[in-house]
């Protein structure tokens, strides 16, 4: 426990690199209960210098003794500044620009670029021209007086020797930017149109030759040490025993980079690349964790964040139960409880799948979006589901109560979105949906609609109490087994289920069940639902 961290976030100390790899979790809890467990997140801190060190690129204030400026009309031109390679002695990682404000009066620049020199001409080159943002992507920033503004972190790598240009634009409107005296030209600039963006300056004309200069010779110019960094981290992998599970990851710093993979904690012999294979699996190795410590000659060594092994057991695939609606005292052995971020359940919106029979994870997430959460509602008007009938009772019966309520907030135009990732490219699957409202059946019916699926077949209930033949004659749900959607009676004690079977998720592994309004009188529905969802793999 973290004496005072009781708020939905929680910011450390100063951190230091032995601390890199501690995890940190939350325990959220309300009147209801009980208290639900995040998942644990890694801490991966790098050395200092790792992340780029600035470089001072304009430093107004330095431009004429007093910071006093001539605001004769010099505005509205292109500056390029040259970053002399003299004064870049170390190769390194993506570096920041500084820009330092005058003593009194404020600047803009904007269309901030940096290029590598051509020879010694005004010419930069077109491979290396990297544009500069601020405050995460502005192109553009006002530099107090006074004051200093450093960019976003750049992809430019300083080349210790090589001059760069920096180059930008002074919009019209403003005191002009630049240093009166001088016998050195070292910053050229153009009138009348934005030029920040061109590489080459052989042939332009500069309408004015007097020595607007910045000496660089007196700036700082450094460059990162090129420690080892992590951009990349691993991810979780779920694999079928005994398939093999492959673990990578993304790195940065000045090569030669070295790699040492650990299981446990526990170093792995010979495992010294980005990536690492594992030994044919079996269902006991579910749950161990990898992670891999980075280095090279500059260091320190960085550890990445754990990636967590899923061991699923061979053949048969799995069968998970999800409910919507769960309150305290229902059924939860084996099954997961992920609902509507809205509402205040304490329960979460997003997670892994669990199989019914071992426990274990599917490798599947589930994520939930719209709605609403509510507690256990027992208004004689809107009750939860008890799926004791027909189809509901023989999926749900002595796995899912579904007798908490789950709303669609009462709006006609509010759906609940059920996304399925991870799914197997090469398997197929049966998804089954069960809600119930205890009145108003067809006034206030939901459509439950299957999408991003390759293919499937539609094998929900069909109703034979249907009262409405005139818009849903025969009383049938559904169209037949190629129709992407099922409706469901909100009055649903024969226990009809919307369910697709035979589905193909595609390459991407996705697929999404949404749930929307299909009632006859939108203005009466309310669309409070108790719950479930069935997932197998077939």
Do not use: C
């Not at 849903?472 to 909100?490: D, I, K, M, N, W």
């Amino acid at each position: 426990t973290i004496p005072g961290a009781t708020s939905a976030s929680y910011t450390t100390p100063p951190t230091t690199t032995a601390q890199s790899g501690d995890t940190f979790a939350v325990v959220v809890n309300n009147a209801v209960g009980p208290p639900v467990t995040s998942a644990q997140a890694t801490l991966t801190v790098n050395a200092s210098g790792g992340g780029g060190t600035p470089v001072m690129a304009w430093s107004a204030a330095a431009q004429m003794p007093g910071g006093s400026w001539s605001n004769s009309g010099f505005d509205n031109r292109t500056f390029r500044v040259l970053l002399k390679g003299s004064a870049i002695t170390a190769t390194g990682a993506p570096v920041q620009v500084t820009f330092r404000g005058r003593t009194s009066g404020n600047y803009t620049v904007q269309n901030v670029k940096l290029v590598q020199r051509d020879g010694a001409t005004l010419n930069g080159l077109d491979s290396t021209l990297q544009t500069v943002t601020f405050n995460g992507g502005a192109s553009s920033v006002t530099v107090p007086a006074g004051g200093t503004v450093t960019s976003d972190p750049i992809a430019f790598t300083l080349t210790a020797g090589q001059d760069v240009f920096l180059t930008f634009w002074a919009p019209p409107g403003q005191g002009g930017v630049y240093r009166t005296g001088g016998t050195s030209i070292t910053t050229w600039f153009i009138t009348g149109t934005d030029q920040s963006g061109v590489i080459d300056w052989g042939g332009l004309t500069i309408t004015d030759t007097r020595p607007y200069i910045y000496d660089t010779e007196l700036m700082t110019v450094g460059a990162t040490s090129g420690a080892p960094a992590i951009t990349t981290q691993p991810s979780n992998v779920t694999v079928t025993a005994p398939a093999t599970a492959t673990f990578t990851v993304g790195a940065t710093g000045t090569a030669p980079l070295t790699y040492q993979w650990r299981r446990n904690g526990t170093t792995i012999p010979g495992a010294t690349s980005a990536s690492y294979t594992t030994p044919p699996t079996t269902t006991a190795q579910s749950g161990d964790t990898f992670a891999v410590v980075v280095n090279n000659a500059v260091g320190p060594p960085v550890t990445s964040a754990q990636a967590t092994l899923t061991v699923q057991p061979p053949g048969g695939g799995f069968t998970a139960y999800n409910d919507l609606a769960w309150g305290t005292g229902q059924l939860e052995t084996n099954i997961t409880k992920i609902t509507s971020p809205v509402g205040g359940s304490g329960l979460p919106s997003t997670g892994l799948l669990k199989d019914f029979t071992t426990g274990l994870d599917t490798g599947v997430t589930m994520t939930v979006a719209g709605g609403s959460f509510d507690p256990i509602n027992t208004d004689a008007e809107i009750v939860g589901a008890n799926p004791t009938t027909g189809d509901a009772f023989t999926i749900f019966d002595g796995k899912v109560n579904g007798q908490g309520v789950l709303s669609y907030i009462n709006d006609v135009n509010n759906s609940l979105v059920l996304t399925f990732t991870g799914l197997t490219p090469s398997k197929r699957y049966d998804l089954a949906f069960f809600a119930h409202r205890d009145a108003n059946g067809w006034d206030r019916a939901s459509l439950v609609t299957l999408s991003k699926q390759v293919g499937f077949t539609n094998t929900s209930s069909v109703a034979a109490d249907n009262p409405d033949t005139v818009n849903y004659p025969g009383g049938v749900l559904f169209t037949g087994p190629t129709s992407p959607s099922t409706r469901l009676p909100a009055d649903n004690d024969n226990g009809y289920v919307a369910r697709f079977s035979n589905i193909d998720p595609g390459s991407d592994g996705t697929v999404v069940l949404t749930i929307s309004f299909a009632g006859n009188v939108p203005s009466q529905y309310l669309g409070k639902y108790g719950s479930a969802i069935r997932l197998m793999e077939q």
